[in-house]
């Protein structure tokens, strides 16, 4: 599987931007996917994630009600909304996936994950 992350730009705050993580190789449509980000200086931070259907999907608790994660099985495509952005979210974002249905603490572990995408970077001015 090969992972192709898009959407990333510059924003002011309280804009919104909407990322794409795109699979080729083989379909994603029951596997995990993940996004996680890297903020300069930072470690990785678990950002949201979904298995399956899309159905169960879960956040980080800081920034639900912000961003949200949805798919979209016909273009193997998972897609991250993010809203109100703020400049602590200036980060690299990465998709990642994995073809097992992970437990909900596996989601949130950039260690469960077998494949990644490059990242795509989101600056959010103020």
């Known amino acids: 599987v090969q992972l192709q992350a898009s959407g990333g730009g510059l924003v002011q705050a309280g804009d919104s931007l909407r990322l794409s993580c795109t699979a080729s190789?083989?379909?994603?449509?029951?596997?995990?996917v993940g996004w996680f980000r890297r903020a300069p200086g930072k470690e990785r931070e678990f950002v949201a994630a979904?298995?399956?259907?899309?159905?169960?999907?879960y956040y980080s608790n800081s920034l639900k009600g912000r961003f949200t994660i949805s798919r979209d099985n016909a273009k193997n495509t998972v897609y991250l909304q993010m809203n109100s952005l703020k400049p602590e979210d200036t980060a690299v974002y990465y998709c990642?996936?994995?073809?097992?249905?992970?437990?909900?603490?596996?989601?949130?572990?950039?260690?469960?994950?077998?494949?990644w995408g490059q990242g795509t970077l989101v600056t959010v001015s103020s």
């Open positions: 190789g083989r379909t994603f449509n029951y596997a995990s």
């Open positions: 990642a996936a994995d073809a097992s249905s992970l437990i909900m603490s596996a989601l949130r572990d950039p260690e469960s994950y077998d494949y």
């Open positions: 979904l298995r399956g259907s899309g159905v169960n999907k």
